[in-house]
């Protein structure tokens, strides 16, 4: 095993988690080599020193806050839940509603008053049908009884108007 | 007798175990994961963070977002790479996203409000012990300075590593890199601790 070797196993070393082949590996190595010796042994020591570092413990309110927080999400999630789950109370609503928008529609056609549109149907008809002639230019231009009729001067347009 | 048997039941089940039973509905085993994970957790996040009260902050939603995602559970890895892989993100961001950088900077420059005072006021402690306080107190912060001034991943690799106890292939999980990758940043890391304590390790505060 040489140096460069050593920093693949140094850690498994330290931790203890190297097997026995390898470990017998590194110590040969570490039996000759002064500077992975020097290392390994201050790596035992930062190891140790480490251990020095105070704990950080939770306080005596974090079970309430947690429980707090998770008792929030709960109320909200089931809120969420009666809104989306399919339930009796939104089927028979949505039900309710679509029997009530059929009957409404099919109300509909019974209330519009016939009369009036056959009134307005006869006019349309009659304009229509005069439509080939009004649209002849030939017989407009040659038509004598519009040559009678006095050119009536233009009014100016009044301002304001 | 009927409640004592149960919490030993409840005990002996597995965490994965535990968080298929809150899927299912029930309650007391998130209570037993969150009296389980607390500890661990929240002096993880301290260590990681350099602050307790952001470590409580990000634990508290650590056990949050595990009780959301409890209908979606599926234990594909073991819970405690779950739940550390959870926290490490959250950390990770946190530090990343700024919040958390102002409180930081006061852990880093060591400015607790009873060195304010010391420096105001000047006046020597004469207390029997209180020089051995001292050292004590500044091969704490030394320590702690040396941890939190290492990059992101090679800190999240150490506290996992040396606090944890946790094993390789789970650390990798945690971080999501290879073990491969993991030991070489487990090397940087003690190697810069190595270095960055040498005062200690050369028995000069010590």
């Known amino acids: ?161 | 007798m009927l409640r004592v048997r149960y919490n030993v039941e409840a005990m002996a089940r597995s965490d994965v175990q535990l968080m298929l039973d809150v899927k299912a509905g029930d309650d007391a085993s998130f209570e037993l994961l969150l009296r389980k994970y607390r500890s661990p957790l929240v002096n993880y996040l301290g260590r990681m963070m350099g602050d307790s009260a952001t470590a409580e902050d990000l634990a508290q939603e650590v056990f949050l977002r595990i009780y959301r995602a409890r209908s979606q559970y599926a234990p594909s890895a073991k819970f405690t790479t779950w739940i550390f892989r959870i926290a490490t993100n959250l950390a990770l961001n946190a530090r990343r996203d700024g919040r958390y950088r102002r409180l930081e900077v006061s852990i880093q420059e060591g400015s607790h409000p009873e060195d304010d005072d010391a420096r105001v006021l000047q006046i020597p402690d004469t207390r029997p012990g209180a020089e051995q306080h001292l050292m004590a107190r500044d091969r704490a912060a030394l320590i702690r300075r040396a941890v939190e001034e290492l990059p992101e991943k090679q800190r999240a690799a150490v506290l996992l590593h040396k606090y944890e106890e946790m094993d390789y292939d789970q650390i990798a999980a945690i971080l999501n890199c290879s073990e491969s990758a993991l030991k070489s940043i487990l090397f940087r890391a003690y190697e810069t601790l190595r270095v960055k304590l040498a005062p200690i390790v050369n028995g000069s505060l010590g």
């Open chain 1, 1 to 161: 095993m040489n140096c460069k070797a050593m920093e693949k196993y140094s850690v498994a070393y330290l931790d203890g988690s190297i097997d026995s082949r390898r470990r017998r590996e590194v110590e040969a190595h570490l039996a000759d080599c002064g500077p992975c010796r020097v290392r390994a042994h201050q790596f035992q020591e930062v190891w140790g020193i480490l251990e020095e570092a105070p704990m950080v413990r939770p306080s005596a309110s974090f079970d309430a806050a947690v429980r707090a927080r998770v008792a929030q999400e709960a109320s909200r999630s089931s809120l969420w839940g009666w809104l989306v789950a399919p339930s009796p109370r939104l089927a028979v609503g949505v039900t309710g509603l679509l029997v009530f928008s059929v009957w409404l529609s099919s109300l509909q056609p019974a209330a519009r008053p016939p009369a009036q549109i056959v009134t307005a149907g006869d006019t349309e008809f009659k304009m229509i049908a005069d439509l080939p002639v009004l649209e002849d230019y030939d017989v407009l231009a040659n038509f004598e009884a519009l040559s009678e009729v006095p050119v009536q001067p233009t009014t100016p347009t009044q301002p304001g108007l």
